[in-house]
Nanobody
Framework: QVQLVESGGGLVQPGGSLRLSCAASGRIVSIYTMGWYRQAPGKQREWVAAISNVGSTNYADSVKGRFTISRDNAKNTVYLQMNSLKPEDTAVYYC??????????????WGQGTQVSVSS
């Protein structure tokens, strides 16, 4: 089995920064695309950013230019650097990844989420 564990959430003032981490563990053969999603109270979960296994990145328009996704393949870890945070960025942030535990077969996994709150 595979686990994705997020860390780095917390309370920050508007304009501040946070760095989220998501570490994958288990009997991992390969990790393909990894991404971050978020869910604000009363809203649907939305996609934030994604990074392929070769480092190609994509971002939602709402975070483009403020957030940066990266990964360390040696550590099976993906990061989300969040700068210039706004109150509307407040949400539970979830890590998501396509992970292979058997060669040629990938399964999608979710982390448990980490709370990010932006408030003065």
């Amino acid at each position: 089995q595979v686990q994705l564990v997020e860390s780095g959430g917390g309370l920050v003032q508007p304009g501040g920064s946070l760095r989220l981490s998501c570490a994958a563990s288990g009997r991992i053969v390969s990790i393909y695309t990894m991404g971050w999603y978020r869910q604000a109270p009363g809203k649907q979960r939305e996609w934030v950013a994604a990074i392929s296994n070769v480092g190609s990145t994509n971002y939602a328009d709402s975070v483009k230019g403020r957030f940066t996704i990266s990964r360390d393949n040696a550590k099976n870890t993906v990061y989300l650097q969040m700068n210039s945070l706004k109150p509307e960025d407040t949400a539970v942030y979830y890590c998501n990844g396509d992970v292979s535990t058997i060669v040629g077969i990938a399964t999608n996994y979710w982390g448990q989420g980490t709370q990010v709150s932006v408030s003065s």
